[in-house]
């Protein structure tokens, strides 16, 4: 924790990039050096922030900010977050007074934020959801028994809030929207699938007024999941759904990713198509690497003349 080691790759083979291009690409800049200036703080995916994990994480989070900024002569530290991490840092930033953020947060950039949660969740959750490998590989019910004890799944379930009318499961005749929950979890035979989502569901993914600049990149144009059609029949949830596709970047659905227009501070919006517009691959795209590198340098720059 404060290191790069854990968020460069997503495997230990290093087959799967994740931040290590943003980080190569930091340290073209004056001053920044891994583990002193540039630094690292995973999470465990698997919990929300307000589970006893996500709180000690939060406790963490608070120090690493801390004991980087006096590391780098009391410099403001700016925050990169990716996918998830973006809510997770919304809930921080939230339970931190504004007098704390303007002495050691110098903005936040918000890469491929899941704001209003994002269909796959719901996949997940019903039947399994491999995350791309081949399912003669990987078998969607056997990640399900993993998918359905995380609390983080339920969390990423698309809010009713953003999606109040959207269908996102079909099933034996029946449309199910955000405000079918309950109902979903307990058609879907989820083991304690109503009390994990109890847990979650007034847990925010989004607030617009969180203190601090932000500056907002991500995909679209990618076909994303929107809607699991399973047909009728008594194998309901044991099988794979027919999914109807949307907008987004090709993990989260457009609307989510556009929430971060709304940040009441926002001071860059970006959005990226084509190729290395994905979820993942957005962290790999030069221009996007770019544009985070000439922030940095225009706030030292301005950070000097004061």
Request: glycine share 10%; aromatic share 12%; charged share 25%.
């Amino acid at each position: 924790f404060g290191y790069t080691d854990g968020i460069g790759y997503l495997d230990e083979h290093r087959f799967v990039v994740q931040f290590e291009k943003l980080i190569v690409g930091l340290e073209k800049l004056p001053g920044y050096q891994r583990g002193i200036s540039i630094r690292g703080a995973p999470y465990d995916f698997r919990y929300t922030p307000n589970t006893d994990v996500g709180r000690q994480y939060m406790i963490r989070l608070k120090h690493l900010i801390e004991e980087t900024y006096e590391l780098n002569e009391n410099t403001p530290v700016m925050l990169v977050a990716h996918s998830m991490g973006n809510p997770y840092l919304v809930n921080f930033l939230l339970g931190m007074d504004q007098g704390w953020k303007d002495k050691y947060v110098d903005g936040y950039v918000a890469l491929a934020g899941v704001f209003g949660g994002a269909a796959k969740a719901i996949r997940s959750l019903v039947s399994g959801e491999t995350e791309g490998l081949p399912t003669i590989v990987v078998n969607p019910l056997t990640m399900r028994e993993f998918e359905r004890t995380a609390p983080s799944v339920f969390w990423l379930m698309p809010t009713p809030q953003l999606f109040p009318d959207t269908t996102f499961m079909v099933a034996n005749g029946r449309n199910y929207t955000a405000g079918d929950y309950p109902a979903l979890l307990e058609d879907s035979k989820i083991p304690k699938g109503n009390e994990l989502y109890d847990l979650v569901k007034d847990l925010p993914l989004f607030d617009e007024d969180i203190g601090v600049d932000v500056y907002c990149f991500h995909g679209r144009d990618q076909e994303t999941p929107l809607t699991f059609n399973y047909g009728e029949g008594g194998n309901f949830p044991d099988i794979q759904p027919t999914t109807v596709t949307g907008d987004g970047d090709g993990t989260v659905n457009i609307r989510s990713l556009e929430l971060c227009k709304k940040f009441k501070k926002l001071r860059k919006y970006m959005t990226v198509t084509g190729f290395l517009a994905t979820h993942l691959e957005i962290l790999q795209r030069q221009d996007v690497i770019g544009n985070i590198t000439e922030l940095l340098t225009k706030r030292s720059v301005e950070r000097e003349v004061r």
